[in-house]
């Protein structure tokens, strides 16, 4: 069974930080790539960042140099580690695995970036 669970969002003020992680099944973990998206308010999913089963990252324009993504594999987590954070970057943050039969999304989690 496939399980994504998202933890780690709150408020934070402009220019602050905030760690997401990503918890995976362990079958999930081993065999897939991860992937972060973000739902701002009103607007459609986008594409945060992604890492694969050997840890090629992969990041959208928008949050290069500011975020980074990593993985634990004894924990079967995956993080997002956000910094610098703008209004913009206020979003609902879901993490993603694509098969071939399917994609499966976490519930997600809220980061609101305000002052």
């Known amino acids: 069974q496939v399980q994504l669970v998202e933890s780690g969002g709150g408020l934070v003020q402009p220019g602050g930080s905030l760690r997401l992680s990503c918890a995976a099944s362990?079958?999930?973990?081993?065999?897939?790539?991860i992937t972060w998206y973000r739902q701002p308010p009103g607007k459609q999913r986008e594409l945060v960042a992604s890492?694969?089963?050997?840890?090629?990252?992969n990041y959208a324009d928008s949050v290069k140099g500011r975020f980074t993504i990593s993985r634990d594999n004894a924990k079967n987590t995956v993080y997002l580690q956000m910094n610098s954070l703008k209004p913009e970057d206020t979003a609902i943050y879901l993490c993603?695995?694509?098969?071939?039969?399917?994609?499966?999304w976490g519930k997600g989690t809220l980061v609101t970036v305000s002052s």
């Open positions: 993603n695995v694509h098969t071939v039969a399917r994609d499966y």
């Open positions: 890492i694969s089963r050997g840890g090629t990252t």
């Open positions: 362990a079958f999930v973990f081993r065999e897939y790539a």
